[in-house]
C-alpha cells in the first residue's frame, strides 16, 4: 500500500466517523446537550483548577532581624555529619609562636638544597633546549 492510499483510507474513517456522530446527534438531540454540557463543566472547572493551584499565594519566609557578631562562640547543631569539636571558623593570629611552627617547618639541609637547586637548573635547560 502507498502513502497516498494510506491518508486517503484515513480521510474516509475519519469521514466516516463524522456522519456517524452528526447522525447519532440528530437522533439524539438531548443527550448529545446533555453530554455537551458536562464535557464543557468539566473542562470549565479544570481550567479554574489549574489556575487556582498555580496563583495560590506562596508563604513567605521571613528571617529574623539578628545582628551578626563575628566574635560569639559558634552554635554547632548536633548532628552526625559534624563532629562536636569541629569548628567552622576561627580567628586567626597575626604570627604563628615557636611552638607552633615547629612540628611542621624544617630548615633544609645543605645537600636538599642543592638538589633542589639542580633539580631546577636541569628543568630549565631542558626548556631552553626545547626553544626555537
Do not use: H
Not at 447522525?23 to 483548577?49: P, T
Not at 580567628?91 to 607552633?100: I, L
Amino acid at each position: 500500500m502507498d502513502l497516498s492510499g494510506f491518508f486517503e483510507n484515513i480521510k474516509e474513517k475519519i469521514s466516516d466517523l463524522k456522519d456517524w456522530l452528526f447522525d447519532w446527534i440528530e437522533e439524539n438531540k438531548k443527550l448529545a446537550l446533555i453530554i455537551a454540557s458536562l464535557i464543557f463543566v468539566i473542562l470549565i472547572c479544570l481550567i479554574l483548577l489549574i489556575v487556582l493551584a498555580s496563583s495560590g499565594k506562596k508563604k513567605e519566609v521571613k528571617v529574623p532581624d539578628q545582628e551578626l557578631i563575628i566574635n560569639e562562640q559558634l552554635l554547632i547543631p548536633n548532628g552526625p555529619e559534624l563532629p562536636r569539636d569541629y569548628t567552622l571558623s576561627r580567628q586567626t593570629k597575626e604570627s604563628w609562636t615557636d611552638q607552633e611552627i615547629e612540628p611542621w617547618f624544617t630548615t633544609p639541609s645543605e645537600k636538599e638544597i642543592n638538589s633542589l637547586s639542580q633539580s631546577n637548573d636541569n628543568m630549565i635547560n631542558e626548556i631552553i633546549k626545547a626553544a626555537p
